[in-house]
């Protein structure tokens, strides 16, 4: 079935720093591929989307490259700032398929 | 415009007690889903429906738990009898197609 791998968090940066959360799938066909953000207390919004290989993602300064030979969505932001603290989910959608599968998630902290 | 939205918000029960969500997509979408979110376990897909009909339900965790779709405007998901491991947040949410998929806010549930 479908998988994610996210790398562990939490992920802690000072302000301004250059973040990276890693993340490799596996799936079904050729997905599309999803990074989403939960605040806190709240439901999960989508940040970024690609639907097919090569495809960069960018959303609020976040950017994120469909790397189909590595499988992975890697997500990266130039300069963070505190109110990027979140959790940040990887979610393939495998081809023919409506539902997501999430990774674990990574929690970011940024600090000011 | 309104988005997904879930009821209710919060909510604290006993063991043994029926637990019953409910949820409304947002307007014309055709899919709904149903998500569980546990420390343990991460966001799982519980169910999920295309047009009313129940399409993959193999996340369902047992026999307590159902899940029904009488209309394109409301969704109910429920546990009876409900147990502390079901404590978790559910969450909502609705996508047109094979488009965005947009989550509601979720439900906190406690079983004490």
């Known amino acids: 079935g479908d998988s994610v791998t996210q790398m562990e968090g939490p992920v802690t940066l000072s302000e301004e720093a250059f973040l990276t959360i890693n993340c490799t799938y596996t799936?079904?066909?050729?997905?599309?591929l999803f990074w989403y953000v939960q605040y806190p207390g709240e439901g999960l919004q989508l940040l970024l989307k690609a639907t097919k290989a090569d495809d960069k993602g960018s959303n609020k300064g976040f950017e994120a490259t469909y790397r189909k030979e590595t499988t992975s969505f890697h997500l990266e932001k130039g300069s963070v700032q505190v109110s990027d603290s979140a959790v940040y989910f990887c979610a393939p959608r495998a081809a023919g398929r409506r539902a997501l599968t999430f990774g674990s998630g990574t929690r970011l902290q940024v600090q000011p | 415009d309104a988005g997904v939205i879930q009821s209710p918000r919060h909510e604290v029960t006993e063991m043994g007690q029926e637990v019953t969500l409910r949820c409304k997509p947002i307007?014309?979408?055709?899919?709904l889903f149903w998500y569980r979110q546990t420390m343990m376990r991460g966001l799982e897909l519980l169910i999920y429906?295309?047009?009313?009909?129940?399409?993959?339900d193999s996340g369902m965790p047992e026999d307590r738990f159902s899940a029904k779709m009488p209309n394109a405007s409301f969704s109910t998901l429920k546990i009876q009898p409900s147990e502390p491991r079901d404590s978790a947040v559910y969450f909502c949410?609705?996508?047109?197609?094979?488009?965005?998929?947009?989550f509601g806010e979720g439900s906190w549930l406690t079983v004490v």
């Open positions: 949410a609705s996508s047109l197609g094979r488009n965005t998929i947009y």
């Open positions: 799936a079904t066909g050729y997905p599309s």
């Open positions: 307007s014309g979408h055709n899919s």
């Open positions: 429906f295309n047009n009313n009909v129940p399409i993959d």
